[in-house]
Structures are given as structure tokens and as C-alpha cells.
């Protein structure tokens, strides 16, 4: 059963969405179904969602919100995004709690992964 005023899903643009599939598919084995070239669901990443085509993504820096997910293993994660083609747009650093990285995966958007 559903519960009310949870999330309960998350779209996020992506200036190539075959390229945000392969990428999330590749470095964290999240499942998709494609529903046309412009609409990608995702499953198995914690929250369901769904990529859609854009013409342009937001960063934190312009306002947007930044998805964070969570490793085991920071350095294994840092290896695999970048192996996978995504940009580190901020190295490892502490914050209170852990230690995070954020990068740009293939489509355009900023995420972070973070460890304690």
C-alpha cells in the first residue's frame, strides 16, 4: 500500500537519456523501462523515478537540488562513476557525518555519493 505525502518518485531531466540509462545501468545496476526515446523509468535505486528528455539541466549552484546516494565504499564508487564517464565536479571531502564526492553523470545532472 501507497503511503500518503511520502515521496514517492523523483524525474529528473537529462539532456541524453539513453546516456543517463547506460551510465546508472552500468555503474549502480538500477533497471529501467523505456517509454519512448524521451521517457526512461528507473527501479532498484532506492526511490523509483524517471529520466525525461530536456534541452537543459539545473545544478545546485543554480538552484536545483542535489540527489545523494549512499556507498559502502567511497573510492570503489569515485573509481566506477568516472570509469563510466562521469565528471568529478567535486573531489572527496569531510563534512559532518562522512565524506562525499559529487560529479555529473552522462545526461547532465549533479549527484553526490557520500559514506560515512
Do not use: C
Request: without cysteine; proline residues 6%; charged residues 15%.
Amino acid at each position: 500500500m501507497q503511503r500518503p505525502d511520502k515521496i514517492n518518485y523523483l524525474e529528473l531531466p537529462s539532456l541524453d537519456p539513453a546516456a543517463s540509462k547506460a551510465f546508472f545501468s552500468a555503474v549502480f545496476g538500477w533497471r529501467f523501462v523505456d517509454y519512448g526515446p524521451d521517457y526512461l523509468a528507473f527501479f532498484d535505486a532506492g526511490l523509483a523515478g524517471g529520466f525525461y528528455r530536456a534541452s537543459q539541466v539545473a545544478t545546485p549552484a543554480q538552484g536545483a537540488g542535489l540527489v545523494v546516494l549512499y556507498s559502502n565504499d567511497l573510492a570503489q564508487s569515485l573509481a566506477a562513476v568516472q570509469a563510466a564517464g562521469a565528471v568529478v565536479v567535486k573531489e572527496i571531502f569531510s563534512f559532518p557525518g562522512g565524506r562525499r564526492f559529487e560529479f555529473l553523470e552522462p545526461g547532465g545532472n549533479q549527484l553526490a555519493i557520500w559514506s560515512e
